[in-house]
């Protein structure tokens, strides 16, 4: 047997063994519960870029003032709180995240905001 025999044979059987571990990897790839991870995870990126409180213009008078409002509620009979925009639980006894003072936290809030609607039109929630 000459050296371009051999070049075949083990060409061959490094062909067979490559099919054999993408055979393998398409027969254990379950296309369902790849796709409830990747839910999971853009879910905890959603809740981790909400900024739980919704910036508006309160144009009174044209002064342009903003109107900081909190995305919180709570449902009766029960002491936890939830983002109405991500749907994270604040447990009772949590301290919620403070109110915004100033307008550099204004502007962050308003920039995370739009990082969060980008991220949720990714995701397909808006």
Same mark, same amino acid.
């Given at each position: 047997?000459?050296?371009?025999?051999?070049?075949?044979? @083990?060409?061959? @059987?490094? @062909?067979?063994?490559?099919?054999? #571990?993408?055979?393998?990897?398409?027969?254990?790839?379950?296309?369902?519960?790849?796709?409830?991870?990747?839910?999971?995870?853009?879910?905890?990126?959603?809740?981790? &870029?909400?900024?739980?409180?919704? #910036?508006?213009? &309160?144009?009174?008078?044209?002064?342009?003032?903003?109107?900081?409002?909190?995305?919180?509620?709570?449902?009766?009979?029960?002491?936890?709180?939830?983002?109405?925009?991500?749907?994270?639980?604040?447990?009772?006894?949590?301290?919620?995240?403070?109110?915004?003072?100033?307008?550099?936290? @204004?502007? &962050?809030?308003?920039?995370?905001?739009?990082?969060?609607?980008?991220? &949720?039109?990714?995701?397909?929630?808006?």
């Amino acid at each position: 047997m000459d050296l371009s025999g051999l070049l075949y044979v @083990v060409g061959a @059987v490094g @062909v067979v063994l490559i099919g054999l #571990v993408a055979f393998r990897f398409i027969a254990t790839f379950d296309l369902n519960k790849w796709q409830e991870r990747k839910d999971k995870k853009m879910q905890v990126r959603l809740m981790n &870029a909400c900024p739980h409180y919704l #910036v508006t213009l &309160a144009d009174n008078d044209g002064k342009g003032d903003v109107k900081i409002q909190p995305l919180y509620v709570t449902t009766y009979g029960t002491t936890d709180w939830f983002c109405t925009q991500c749907r994270t639980v604040f447990p009772g006894g949590l301290i919620l995240p403070q109110k915004p003072r100033g307008m550099k936290e @204004v502007e &962050a809030l308003i920039k995370q905001q739009e990082e969060f609607q980008k991220l &949720a039109r990714k995701a397909g929630v808006v």
